[in-house]
Structures are given as C-alpha cells and as structure tokens.
C-alpha cells in the first residue's frame, strides 16, 4: 500500500491491487478488481502461496493456503499474457545512477521470473520501450533513496507501450546474480562499496581492470537463463508451471545468436537432450496454453506439425520474435534431415553449428555418429573461437578472463599460452547433485593456485562460486559435454583435466576425452569405467574373491519377476 502510493507520487503506475488481511477482504477486493485476479502471501519468496484465481471458490481456497504462509495477502489483477521485463539498477549516495543490465522472460507474465526463459538483453523492445522503462527505474531508485543495488519489475503490454511496475527489490535478488554473471559487472561488490559511502567513479571494475563502475555494460552477445525442474522425481506432482516457484537450479548459456544460446541452454539443463528438438514431446494445445516444464519441446513439435506462429502466439503469448528464431531451428531440423551423412558440406555444418546444433545433434537428424561428425567438422576448418565477456563489448581494451565459445565469430579474443590445468565443474543444481560438488572445485581451484598452477573452470551454472571471476585464471561458462571440453582442450593445449570435482556429469565424459587422448589428472578413466560398469565391476569381484549380491540387468518386468 505504502510502495503504490509512494510511485503515485512520482506519476508512474502499479499494477491495480490491494492488501487485505482476511478471506472476505480478498473476496471484496477481487471483485472490484475484476476477476480473474492473482494472490499472493507478502513478503515472501519465490511466489510462495501465489496462484491465479477465476472465481470465487477458486479465490477461497487459494486464499486459505496464502494465510498460512503470511498474515498479510496481495490481490493483483490479471496481467497474464503481458511482458515481463527487469532492470538492474545502481546509485550511490551522491545520486549517481546507472543501469546494469535489463532482462526480458520469454515467457509472459504469470509465470514467475525464477520459472521462466529469460535473455538478456531483451531483444523484443522498441528503443522507445527500452528507454521509457530505463527513464523509470532510475526515477523510482532515485525517489526512494535506494543506495546500491536494486531490482525493478515491469509488466509491458505487446501491442500498446503500457507498462505497470510489478515490484521493487531493493535488495541483490536472484535476478541479481544472474545479472552479474551475464554482463561481468560485479554487482554484488560494487553493491558493498556503495553501502560504504564510495562513489560509483571511484569503484574499479575489478572484472575489467580498466573501468570504472560507472560504466554501463553493453553487450555484445545474448545470455538466455532456463530453469532446471525436477518433478519426475515426485509422484503425484502437477507438472504446470505458474506463479510459485517449483524449479531446483538453473543454467546459462552465452552465445552471438539467439538460436546458439538458447539450443546451449536446453543441453545444459538436461544432458541427454540434444537441442531444442521437436522429437522429445508431441504438439498439445493444452500444454502450450498451460505450460509445463516441457513446453519447449511441445512448442519445438508443435512448429515441425505446422503450426503458425500466429496460432502459436494466440496459444503460448510467447513475443513472435522467439517464435520465428525457434522456427529457424525446426526449419534447420528439415534441411539437415533431408541429407546425406557423407554429403555435409562446409556451409551446412557452419549454418548447423551457428545456430546452436551440437555434434551429437547434427549425427543424430543425419544419421552418423558424434565423432564422424566431428572429424568433419574439423576436416571443414569449423571450429569455435573463444570471445571475451568484457562489459564493454570489445570497444575497451579489457583484461578479463571471463570467455565463451562462439561459431559467430572469425578471431579468438585471447591468446593461448599453455601451461594451464583444467577442472570441470558440476553444472546445474539438481535434486542429489548441488552445491557440495561447487565446494569440491572451488577447493580444487584454490589448492592449484597455492602450488602455483594456472587454472581453467568451465562451468555454466551462474549460481555457483566456482562461475566467479576471480576463482579461477580462465573462466569458461560453457557446456560440460565431450564436445566442448575437447574443444577448449584442443586450443588450450592444457597439462591435464581434472574431472573427479564435478559430481557424475564430468565423469560420464571421461571415457570418450580418454580415447581422444585428453590427459586425465588423478584417477584413470579406464578405472572410472571399470567402478562404474556393473558388468566390469561384478567381473572384478569375482576375480578378488569379494561375495556380492546375485543381480542381473534386465528389460522387461516379466523377466524382472521370474528373477
């Protein structure tokens, strides 16, 4: 109540709401609001205790489980279908403001932002747009003397340039971290030097060495953020994703298109995915009007079964500049699967690696195998180049250590020198597998570089220690896969790789960087295989004379029950 008056002092518009203490008073407000309205407990996380509501009963019994979790409940009306758009903002005390970064969700409102698909920079404003919505949030930071860091929320309106101020954060929030990572602005410690009293000119962009912190990053790539669920681990669970919270972890990716960041994304959060592939799911109108947790791959078979995207707008409120980039992919699926595996010329693998197909992709549309497709690709002169996250988009001369690789791209932005030793991280935070490996490779950083040994991190989870600048000499926010660790391998020309760090994801590689003559730090692959191979294993027992249990692989629950 007090944040809706306070905009109103400076003209700018919340969206229509109210704080009500009790379910009557919920049912009042809803209906001078106009159904259908959302609830949600204040001042709470992660839209705990929020939903959507139609109707009266559907408003009780959401109502009913909000008090649980707050004594205090917002009613809001209805922005479903609406843009999503945050601005990271920063002042010091002398009223210096900048913005660091805005980000706009794919998906559209009703969708909680740590739910959604999200890019950064957006790509769908109007200057217009962008520059309205920047004016704003350095109104508002401004008018409620915020000094450091704070996180603004719009929803936008697509077809007028309407906006409403959704929330103030004037905190470091997850979108915060996300923020950091994608632009290389260290929000977090200029935050602290500001809560000090220090001015913005005066704080050294220790990510760059070269500026200042009042330098507003621009960006010369695009980041897409993709949440990780883990729901097929619980029975009885919905599998729609809403206003509260469910995902576990998340994943970003970096790259010079939209189509090669948003295709590194989806592998990253599911290695067993190739892509956004339009073989995973089938179309289903309810479930691109409903989302689930696999939406984007009904959304990948609804495109292949000829769906428009105007039918795909009505259905999804998804902006049609994603549609028509995610239509590039499918239309790319039809060219690659029309031919030949022997016949992949120089253009078609460089057009394929463009826009985000992985080798294992491309072999498995053309029907070849990774390592074929690879020798090819190579054989071709198509290989990654590494780029540089500086802040400045290479318009500076920066020392920063923070890289991706892109096929966008004709020149490495660092050189490489030798000498370094590579640790693969643990990629994203999943139920059995989270921070505790983080620990483990940031330890692992930490104790290489008291022996004086030059460190490589490739990682890309931007919630992890290990993804900091300053953990490691070489920061590569990039896919954990044979792919991509054998190619920095290649240009980096490391002393070793150290995979024991990383959970299961690192060691589920080993083999093939084996065989490819990577040179393994620590325990041998061979002996990595030979644990965690049952048949090999078993074999190992009986040759030591350790008794174990009688088991046997099998495929069919038949034979499961006559075992």
């Not at 991706?404 to 370094?420: I, K, P, Q, R, W």
């Not at 490739?458 to 920061?475: A, H, K, Q, W």
């Not at 190992?540 to 008794?547: C, H, K, P």
Request: charged share 25%; hydrophobic share 40%; proline share 3%.
């Amino acid at each position: 109540k007090i944040f809706a008056e306070r905009i109103a002092e400076i003209n700018e518009k919340v969206a229509p709401s109210a704080a009500v203490y009790s379910i009557q008073e919920s049912l009042d407000a809803a209906e001078k609001l106009g159904y259908p309205v959302m609830a949600r407990a204040a001042f709470s996380l992660g839209g705990l205790g929020s939903g959507f509501a139609n109707s009266k009963e559907e408003l009780t019994s959401l109502a009913q489980q909000a008090f649980a979790h707050s004594n205090q409940l917002i009613i809001d009306k209805s922005l479903k279908g609406w843009k999503e758009v945050e601005y990271e903002v920063v002042r010091d005390a002398y009223d210096n403001c900048i913005t660091v970064c805005n980000m706009e969700n794919v998906d559209p409102l009703g969708i909680h932002t740590g739910e959604s698909i999200v890019v950064a920079p957006s790509q769908t404003l109007s200057n217009k747009e962008y520059n309205m919505l920047r004016t704003t949030a350095i109104n508002v930071i401004r008018h409620f003397g915020i000094v450091g860091e704070c996180n603004i929320q719009y929803a936008l309106n697509p077809n007028t340039e309407e906006y409403y101020i959704i929330e103030v954060n004037a905190r470091l929030s997850r979108s915060s971290a996300l923020a950091s990572k994608a632009t290389g602005y260290p929000l977090a410690y200029v935050a602290a030097k500001l809560a000090l009293g220090i001015r913005l000119p005066d704080i050294h962009n220790s990510v760059t060495g070269k500026t200042t912190a009042c330098f507003e990053p621009s960006l010369d790539y695009c980041v897409v953020k993709i949440p990780r669920w883990d729901l097929s681990k619980f029975h009885r669970v919905s599998t729609k994703i809403g206003s509260s919270m469910k995902s576990v972890g998340e994943v970003m990716a970096i790259g010079r298109k939209f189509e090669e960041a948003f295709q590194k994304a989806l592998r990253m959060v599911d290695e067993n995915i190739n892509g956004f592939d339009p073989y995973v799911k089938a179309p289903n109108d309810e479930e691109l009007e409903k989302p689930t947790d696999k939406r984007m791959f009904v959304l990948a078979a609804s495109i292949k079964a000829g769906y428009t995207i105007d039918r795909l707008y009505e259905l999804t409120k998804i902006d049609r500049w994603f549609l028509h980039k995610m239509k590039n992919i499918i239309d790319y699926y039809l060219v690659l699967e029309n031919t030949d595996h022997t016949k992949l010329s120089h253009n078609i693998l460089l057009r394929a690696k463009q826009i985000g197909f992985s080798d294992k992709q491309i072999a498995a549309v053309v029907k070849s195998s990774e390592l074929a497709v690879r020798i090819q690709r190579q054989e071709s002169n198509i290989r990654p180049m590494v780029k540089q996250i500086d802040t400045v988009a290479a318009e500076w001369p920066a020392t920063t250590n923070y890289l991706y690789l892109t096929y966008n791209g004709t020149t490495h932005d660092v050189e490489f020198s030798g000498g370094y030793t590579m640790v693969i991280g643990s990629g994203v935070y999943r139920i059995g597998s989270s921070v505790e490996f983080d620990w483990c490779a940031v330890s692992c950083l930490r104790e290489l570089r008291n022996l004086g040994r030059k460190t490589i991190m490739v990682n890309y989870n931007p919630e992890t220690v290990s993804t900091d600048y300053d953990m490691s000499d070489r920061l590569y926010f990039e896919e954990i896969s044979f792919e991509v660790v054998m190619d920095i391998y290649d240009h980096e020309c490391p002393e070793g790789i150290i995979l024991s760090m990383g959970g299961q994801l690192p060691n589920n590689i080993a083999m093939d960087l084996h065989r490819q003559q990577a040179r393994i730090l620590g325990t041998s692959p061979e002996s990595v295989d030979g644990a965690e191979n049952r048949f090999k294993f078993s074999r190992m027992l009986d040759g030591i004379g350790i008794s174990q249990p009688r088991w046997k692989e099998l495929t069919n629950l038949k034979s499961a029950i006559e075992f």
